[in-house]
């Protein structure tokens, strides 16, 4: 069983930057995709970006391209976000799919969330 645990959410002000950190437990990261997706209450789970299991491949939603960053390493997968803006505001969930290739589907596992508010 894979348990995925997020950190690093908080209150930023419009612009600021965040790094979010999902660390993983109970089986090897490398035999997943990973992916992190946001919600707001009341609105639909958005994908914000993958990141393939071999770390060759990543996407972004065209919401936050240039602006945040996926990375992994065996046992962690990152999010930095820079120049963030009060729309970013969200719970970001950390997700993990068996398989090779990036996509918005098929979760296995799924973190808890971590709260992120961008506000001035």
């Known amino acids: 069983q894979l348990q995925l645990v997020e950190s690093g959410g908080g209150l930023v002000q419009p612009g600021g930057s965040l790094r979010l950190s999902c660390t993983a437990s109970g089986l090897r990261l490398d035999a997943y995709v990973m992916t992190w997706f946001r919600q707001v209450p009341g609105k639909e789970r958005e994908g914000v970006s993958c990141?393939?299991?071999?770390?060759?491949g990543t996407n972004y939603a065209d919401s936050v391209k240039g602006r945040f960053t996926i990375s992994r390493d065996n046992a962690t997968v990152y999010l930095q976000m820079n120049s963030l803006k009060p729309e970013d505001t969200a719970i970001y969930f950390c997700?993990?799919?068996?398989?090779?290739?990036?996509?918005?589907?098929?979760?296995?596992?799924w973190g808890k969330g971590t709260l992120v508010t961008v506000s001035s």
């Open positions: 990141i393939s299991s071999s770390g060759g």
């Open positions: 997700a993990a799919r068996g398989g090779r290739y990036c996509g918005y589907y098929g979760m296995d596992y």
